[in-house]
Structure formats: structure tokens, C-alpha cells
Nanobody, 126 residues
Framework: QVELVESGGGSVQAGGSLRLSCAVSGTYGSACMGWFRQAPGKEREWVAA??????VYADSVKGRFTVSQDNRKRTFYLQMNSLKPEDTAMYYC??????????????????????RGQGTQVTVSS
């Protein structure tokens, strides 16, 4: 069983920064990670994905957010800089895993990911 535990959310003023972490436990082969967010009254939105080829980003966060990983800690990160009030949302990490070591990529659809975290709240005030 694969589990994801997020941390790092909080409240910050516009222009500030936060780093979200997603710790992965369990046994798996290849994996890629995605970050999603959902604001009250809005649909869930894909934010970014990270796999062996690097990071890909939604246009709304490109140039401000960066995804990375620490293999030793089995943790993935979403560094968020120049935060805006419209970034306020519950943020979720999600993993698409294989139990082999075949190449894997992640996209922007929630249903592509077979494991999800519990979410962490990010609030940006103006």
C-alpha cells in the first residue's frame, strides 16, 4: 500500500512563499507525482507534475512554482513563490505508481493518479 502525507500549508501574504511536502511510503517501482488544488466553489485544478523528465506546470503557476524531489527522503516538494490571493486553495499531492520499473509519465487528470494525499490548506491574503 502506498500512502502520501502532505505538510507545509499555511497562511501567507501576497508575494510570499511556501513549500509543500509530500512524503511517500510503501513499496512501488516507477512513480510520478502531481499536485492539484481546489478552491471553495471551484473545480479541482491541476497545478504541476514531476517525473524523471522533470517538472511540467499549469500556465497559472509557471515561473512561480517549482516541483522537486528528495529520493533519499522519498519526499516530493512544491515550492511556491510570488503567491497570489488566487492561489488560495486546498492543495493535494497525488501519485501514479507502477509496481514495475517501466518508464512513467504524469498528466493533468486527477483520474490518472492512483494514490492521493489528504490535502493541505494554503491561504494567501492580499
Amino acid at each position: 500500500q502506498v500512502e502520501l502525507v502532505e505538510s507545509g500549508g499555511g497562511s501567507v501574504q501576497a508575494g510570499g512563499s511556501l513549500r509543500l511536502s509530500c512524503a511517500v511510503s510503501g513499496t512501488y517501482g516507477s512513480a510520478c507525482m502531481g499536485w492539484f488544488r481546489q478552491a471553495p466553489g471551484k473545480e479541482r485544478e491541476w497545478v504541476a507534475a514531476f517525473y524523471s523528465g522533470g517538472g511540467v506546470y499549469a500556465d497559472s503557476v509557471k515561473g512561480r512554482f517549482t516541483v522537486s524531489q528528495d529520493n533519499r527522503k522519498r519526499t516530493f516538494y512544491l515550492q511556491m513563490n510570488s503567491l497570489k490571493p488566487e492561489d488560495t486553495a486546498m492543495y493535494y499531492c497525488a501519485a501514479r505508481v507502477l509496481f514495475s520499473f517501466n518508464p512513467i509519465t504524469c498528466g493533468d487528470k486527477w483520474t490518472e493518479y492512483n494514490y492521493r494525499g489528504q490535502g493541505t490548506q494554503v491561504t494567501v491574503s492580499s
